[in-house]
């Protein structure tokens, strides 16, 4: 049985820039954070009252979801899937300062370390060679700018629209 040979036939098969998969071994920290959180928040939620442990919950269940969405995202070359993981590193710095002051949870890493972490996991999204693999064949890779303009603001393309102009004869 070659399971490793498979596991590299498969990251070869999608061609992901090397720098990517240290974005998503990030995320898979984030995940197993949040459902450590998600555990210790169903043992020890009981002595917080029950709106703050809801608040945490609701906080922990969205991460969660922004985390998973974000990791089945990485290995499509589409761009709304790097915003989406961009959106998700830049919503994941606050909420980790949020669990560090609030002193919720536990940390397998120090929190302000995880945040460098999370700062260097950006700006790895930032690398031409991973911008060049979210963007169509035969297009010129936009600059920086456009990339953080992209991450708020979805633009209204219309080179990929096709537009049927009706004219009326008489």
Do not use: C
């Not at 606050?94 to 260097?120: A, Q, R």
């Amino acid at each position: 049985m070659d399971l490793f040979g498979g596991i590299i036939r498969r990251i070869k098969a999608f061609n992901m820039p090397p720098s990517m998969y240290i974005v998503e071994f990030i995320l898979t920290y984030v995940l197993i954070r949040n459902m450590n959180l998600f555990y210790y928040l169903e043992i020890n939620g009981w002595s917080r009252e029950w709106v703050q442990s809801t608040f945490l919950m609701t906080i922990v269940i969205i991460t969660t979801i922004l985390t998973i969405r974000a990791m089945i995202g990485i290995p499509s070359s589409d761009r709304y899937s790097w915003r989406t993981t961009v959106r998700t590193l830049i919503i994941l710095i606050p909420m980790t300062v949020f669990y560090y002051v609030f002193e919720f949870g536990y940390f397998f890493i120090d929190p302000w370390v995880l945040l460098l972490i999370m700062s260097v996991s950006i700006g790895i999204m930032f690398l031409p060679s991973v911008r060049r693999y979210h963007i169509p064949p035969m297009r010129k890779v936009p600059p920086i700018k456009e990339w953080v303009k992209f991450i708020f603001i979805r633009p209204q393309e219309t080179e990929y629209e096709y537009r049927f102009v009706y004219s009326e004869k008489k």
